[in-house]
């Protein structure tokens, strides 16, 4: 077969690979260059100086990127000039506000003059029902929010009381929860909850399911204590009879306790002011004397009660 009859070699051509977008480029903060270790015959002093150049170097590329992100050049005459116009724009723009709030002012004083009487106690009516609008949606909103926060303080304190684990995120789980459940009620399930012992009931037991449906938001149950039923605990010793006169008793028993009440101080000559069981007539002290002991205290005495 003649080569110009024969076949052409058929080369397969590789799919193309997929194109994948390039990564934004970010530029990384430069980083200080690591100390490497000294070479042969290099000093150790010189060594630190070319350390401390490449820091410093280091440092100053970083302060000259953030003034050009800041200010957008890094030169400080450049950055300079721009603070001045920036303060000189900012005065021109104060002054004119100045001179237009004074324009007002006289624009409003000299309408105010061509009004007759009527318009202008109808003008300063409109002004005082606007102050009055303004002034009742500012306190119907601190209402609200006195009102959202004794609500969020309630959610909180029944969430503790069946165990749910005071993190700010479950609280935050907790709370979006309970909102979307409240907005859920009907009008009349709302009124209902404005008596606060139905508010806490319906609280308690709507809490009682979030945390019987979401246990790993709750603390473990605290382990209950066991006890060894090997260990037996003493039985009380049984209290001595009282001695009663007439009764006897055989020798070598144990000696029983008599019902009289010891005194508190010993027998002996007692201080002035002061009764058998030691209480003074002193105020202010341990062991003075209540209303009750003053007064027999006194009719013992012989004296007058006050």
């Not at 001695?243 to 007692?270: D, F, Y």
Request: charged share 30%.
């Amino acid at each position: 077969m003649p080569d110009d009859l024969a076949p052409a070699a058929t080369t397969q051509t590789p799919p193309p690979a997929a194109v994948v977008p390039p990564a934004a480029a970010v530029t990384p903060p430069p980083v200080a260059p690591p100390r490497s270790a000294p070479a042969a015959g290099e000093d150790e002093d010189t060594r630190d100086e070319d350390h401390q150049r490449a820091i410093s170097d280091v440092r100053i590329r970083e302060r000259k990127r953030a003034l050009k992100e800041l200010w957008g050049t890094s030169d400080p005459d450049e950055i300079a000039k721009i603070k001045q116009q920036r303060a000189e724009a900012d005065a021109a723009h104060a002054k004119e506000q100045e001179e237009l709030k004074t324009l007002r002012t006289k624009e409003d004083e000299r309408t105010r003059a061509q009004m007759t009487e009527v318009e202008r106690l109808q003008a300063d009516l409109t002004t005082a029902n606007e102050k009055i609008t303004t002034l009742t949606a500012q306190i119907a909103a601190a209402k609200q929010e006195v009102l959202s926060e004794r609500q969020n303080g309630a959610v909180k304190q029944a969430a503790v009381r069946h165990r749910i684990k005071p993190k700010a995120s479950v609280m935050r789980v907790v709370l979006a929860e309970f909102g979307a459940y409240y907005l859920s009620l009907s009008g009349l399930e709302r009124r209902r909850m404005t008596d606060p012992t139905q508010a806490e009931r319906h609280l308690d037991r709507w809490m009682r399911g979030f945390a019987k449906e979401n246990p790993e938001m709750c603390e473990a149950p605290a382990a209950a204590t066991t006890t060894d039923d090997t260990v037996q605990t003493p039985a009380p010793k049984p209290a001595a009879p009282i001695a009663r006169p007439g009764i006897r008793r055989p020798l070598g028993s144990a000696p029983v306790r008599t019902s009289q009440v010891q005194p508190r101080v010993p027998p002996g000559p007692r201080a002035p002011g002061t009764d058998e069981n030691g209480k003074t007539v002193k105020p202010g002290l341990p062991n003075s004397m209540n209303a009750a002991e003053l007064a027999a205290y006194k009719r013992k005495q012989g004296l007058k009660a006050s």
